[in-house]
């Protein structure tokens, strides 16, 4: 096996590349996978050498190790990016993107349908610092967005599908917009991830996703991926190196193996999400199932014009019914986990509210909301799982 030639590494198909993204067989004695380095002191062979002189690829154990840069290389690869920095969690790797872009006076634009833990930083540290942020309703158009743009806007923020609502946001509208305004677009992907929508490829600056969800796929580490295009890497390269805010090495070890199944476990999640969000459609228990690959979903024709695929994270909105009789057929329960993130092998079901964060967009969905995470189990144990939770949500005795 010869290193790959740039023509072929170029041509790879994306299943192919994850197989061979950030791998050196031949720098690591022949041995498949790039090992765990751990470590924080690296040694010079010379002064010239330890005072940047001449070159040295790795130089304390914050910059990276071939570990982290095996994960960033495949990454930026995968991601068409010009580069990427490993984080310890995927709020962190949010976190450093806004701070690459903001300075004290600025002002940014958050969609109203982000990751919740998101509005904390927002609201209470970049405050602090002079930075204002403007929530906006998801479901505005980019000249709806365009409106709300300040000379001091040096940011908008997109997530699509958004978390919980799962409400879609024409992305490549929003960047046509923003740039013809010279204002970049950062976006948090983790739900398509950069498999099924290349964020990038459609204009966007900064990218974010969080590797505790599909990346990792197991449900055992953190891990966020923040990817930058050419202009706005400098920024985050050096935004990132300030905090030193690296991801532990046996995190981005277990990133790098979840890499090469990915895409099969993500189109695996499509296909039950799909087959458990049309059962699910069909109950008199449901009113609505928020999945944009239904055709009945509000932002599906968007979905359908951007997105390669679906993940298995969806919601669905019951009839009405009391709190009690919701907690009943959560609380009983036996295959679906009660908890937060999503992506594990693991199914997961948690009830949410929106009402209880948004400021910019009204939640009035008419029934109590539940968020699926759809995992690897057969599906018909699901559904035997869930029918039983559905007669304890009747009240009758399951
Ligand atoms: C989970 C999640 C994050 C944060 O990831 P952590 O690793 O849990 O910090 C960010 N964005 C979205 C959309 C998520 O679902």
């Given at each position: 096996?010869k290193t790959l030639?740039?023509?072929t590494?170029?041509?790879l198909?994306s299943?192919?590349r994850l197989v061979?993204?950030g791998?050196?067989?031949?720098e690591?004695?022949g041995?498949?996978n790039?090992?765990i380095y751990?470590?924080?002191?690296?040694l010079f062979?010379?002064?010239?050498?330890?005072?940047g002189?001449?070159?040295?690829?790795?130089?304390?154990?914050t910059?990276?190790?071939?570990?982290t840069?095996?994960?960033?290389?495949?990454?930026t690869?995968?991601?068409?990016?010009?580069?990427t920095?490993?984080?310890p969690?995927?709020?962190a790797?949010?976190?450093v993107a806004f701070?690459?872009?903001t300075?004290?006076?600025?002002?940014?634009?958050?969609t109203d349908a982000a990751y919740q833990?998101?509005?904390?930083?927002c609201?209470?540290?970049?405050?602090?610092?002079?930075?204002?942020?403007?929530?906006y309703?998801?479901?505005?158009?980019?000249?709806g967005v365009?409106a709300?743009l300040r000379?001091?806007?040096?940011?908008?923020f997109v997530?699509?599908?958004?978390?919980?609502?799962?409400?879609?946001q024409d992305?490549p509208g929003?960047v046509a917009?923003a740039?013809?305004?010279?204002?970049?677009v950062?976006m948090?992907?983790?739900?398509a991830?950069?498999?099924l929508f290349?964020?990038?490829?459609?204009g966007?600056?900064?990218?974010i996703?969080?590797?505790t969800?599909y990346?990792?796929g197991?449900?055992?580490l953190?891990l966020?991926?923040?990817?930058a295009?050419?202009?706005y890497w400098p920024a985050?390269?050096?935004?990132?190196?300030?905090?030193?805010?690296?991801?532990g090495?046996?995190?981005?070890?277990?990133?790098l193996r979840?890499?090469?199944?990915?895409?099969?476990?993500?189109?695996?999640?499509?296909?039950?999400?799909l087959?458990?969000a049309?059962w699910?459609q069909?109950?008199?228990?449901?009113?609505?199932?928020l999945?944009?690959a239904?055709?009945?979903f509000?932002?599906?024709?968007?979905?359908?014009r951007?997105f390669?695929g679906?993940s298995?994270l969806?919601s669905?909105i019951?009839?009405?019914a009391?709190?009690?009789a919701?907690?009943?057929?959560?609380?009983g329960?036996?295959?679906?986990?009660?908890g937060?993130?999503w992506?594990g092998?693991?199914?997961?079901?948690v009830?949410?509210?929106?009402?209880?964060?948004?400021?910019?967009?009204a939640?009035?969905?008419?029934?109590p909301?539940?968020r699926?995470?759809?995992?690897l189990?057969?599906v018909?144990?699901?559904?035997?799982?869930?029918d039983?939770g559905?007669?304890?949500?009747?009240?009758?005795?399951?």
């Open positions: 096996m030639s740039e023509g590494r170029a041509a198909r299943r192919t061979h993204a791998r050196e067989p031949f690591q004695h041995f498949v790039t090992p751990r470590g924080s002191t690296v062979e010379t002064t010239d050498a330890l005072h002189r001449s070159e040295s690829r790795f130089t304390y154990g910059k990276g190790t071939p570990t840069e095996a994960l960033e290389r495949a990454w690869e995968i991601a068409g990016a010009a580069g920095v490993l984080t969690s995927g709020l790797a949010v976190t701070l690459a872009v300075r004290a006076g600025s002002h940014i634009l958050v833990p998101i509005r904390k930083f609201d209470d540290v970049l405050r602090r610092m002079g930075v204002e942020t403007t929530y309703d998801p479901g505005l158009s980019p000249d365009a709300l000379p001091e806007t040096a940011m908008v997530e699509a599908p958004g978390s919980q609502s799962l409400d879609m992305v929003i917009m740039h013809a305004r010279d204002v970049p950062v948090d992907n983790t739900w991830t950069s498999l290349p964020a990038h490829r459609h966007v600056d900064i990218v996703e969080a590797g969800k990346l990792s197991h449900s055992d953190l966020g991926l923040t990817s295009n050419a202009r985050l390269r050096d935004t990132f190196d300030a905090f030193a805010m690296c991801a090495p046996e995190d981005v070890f277990l990133g979840g890499l090469r199944s990915m895409e099969l476990r993500l189109r695996e999640a499509e296909r039950q999400g087959a458990m049309r699910l069909a109950r008199p228990e449901v009113a609505r199932v999945h944009p239904l055709p009945e509000p932002g599906h024709a968007i979905w359908q951007d390669a679906s298995g969806f669905v019951l009839m009405p009391a709190d009690a919701v907690a009943a057929m959560l609380d329960l036996e295959l679906f986990g009660l937060y993130s992506g092998f693991e199914s997961l079901v009830p949410f509210d929106c009402r209880s964060y948004r400021t910019a967009s939640w009035a969905p008419g029934g909301a539940l699926f995470s759809i995992g189990e057969n018909e144990d699901l559904q035997d799982d869930l039983r559905f007669a304890r949500l009747r009240g009758e005795a399951a």
